[in-house]
């Protein structure tokens, strides 16, 4: 059995077709993992979620920001950007196996027998991995529960608290569990998380201390185990993590440039050029 990691799909439906085609998946033996951002800015989001769906258990996601972002307008929470092109899917005939769907998808997956973790943004560099697990749980239990969170979804646009503590409680903690799980990219070595910058350069390093989350600490070695920390969310990295058990896969299908794949079992990239990109443009501009 194969397990293929896949980038953010933003609802490039097209080219996550594609990617299935050329890696020459087969659900009767292989398994995808999904790194989350399922929709939102993309042109095709119903069809997107409609294969998602049909995959049933052979795909397995985590939750992003978009993903959340989009939980929060079909909340009434928030009103829906015509840039993220949700409204058809809002109207859509399955929306309630979507919302379904995303109320029970969790913020961090470990495969069950290869070392593999996946997640959207990644995991605080200061946690071990045990913490990150406890955090993603307790955020997962949240969602699962419509009372919470309706609170953790109307109070999620903040970037504080920005650093971590074991007395953090309530929302304080959920949100920055959230906000690490979807949101980080940069940090300080203290672990003080910046939401400003998303490109990496020399003169952020030299001149303010802000370095890329997985050059902190070693998150992705467990007790016993050493993990391959799977995440997307980080389009302008394309190509720069460069550190053996951290494989960032976001490569900005959504943006023009390509969908990637990455297998684990090989260790090999699989990509598609896309095709969604000006099709996101001519939505937006009629919007």
């Not at 085609?21 to 119903?46: M, N, Q, S």
């Not at 239990?141 to 903040?158: A, E």
């Not at 050493?226 to 490569?251: E, M, S």
Request: proline share 5%; hydrophobic share 40%; aromatic share 12%.
């Amino acid at each position: 059995m194969a397990t293929y990691c896949i980038g953010d799909l933003h609802a490039c439906y097209n080219e996550f077709m594609r990617l299935l085609e050329l890696i020459k998946f087969d659900p009767a033996k292989d398994e995808i993992y999904l790194t989350g951002d399922l929709i939102g800015r993309g042109p095709l989001p119903v069809q997107t979620m409609q294969a998602v769906l049909e995959l049933k258990d052979k795909a397995h996601a985590v939750l992003g920001n978009h993903d959340v972002n989009f939980l929060a307008v079909a909340a009434g929470i928030v009103t829906p950007r015509a840039k993220d092109n949700l409204e058809v899917l809002l109207k859509s005939p399955i929306l309630p196996e979507v919302l379904e769907l995303f109320y029970h998808t969790p913020f961090l997956l470990q495969h069950p027998t290869k070392q593999l973790i996946v997640t959207h943004a990644g995991i605080y560099p200061l946690w071990e991995l045990s913490t990150a697990r406890k955090m993603a749980k307790e955020l997962s239990k949240i969602m699962r529960d419509p009372q919470r969170r309706q609170v953790l979804l109307t109070n999620m646009y903040n970037d504080s608290p920005d650093i971590y503590s074991p007395d953090l409680s309530g929302l304080r903690r959920w949100r920055f569990a959230l906000n690490t799980f979807t949101r980080m990219r940069l940090c300080y070595r203290s672990g003080v998380l910046d939401f400003k910058n998303t490109a990496i350069s020399p003169e952020l390093v030299e001149k303010d201390g802000l370095y890329p989350w997985y050059e902190l600490g070693n998150v992705s070695k467990g007790k016993k185990k050493q993990y391959t920390i799977v995440f997307g969310h980080w389009a302008a990295l394309n190509g720069l993590c460069h550190r053996p058990f951290f494989k960032a896969i976001d490569t900005g299908c959504v943006w023009g440039d390509r969908l990637s794949a990455w297998c684990f079992d090989n260790d090999k990239f699989y990509q598609v050029k896309s095709t969604g990109y000006i099709q996101v443009k001519s939505q937006v501009s009629k919007v």
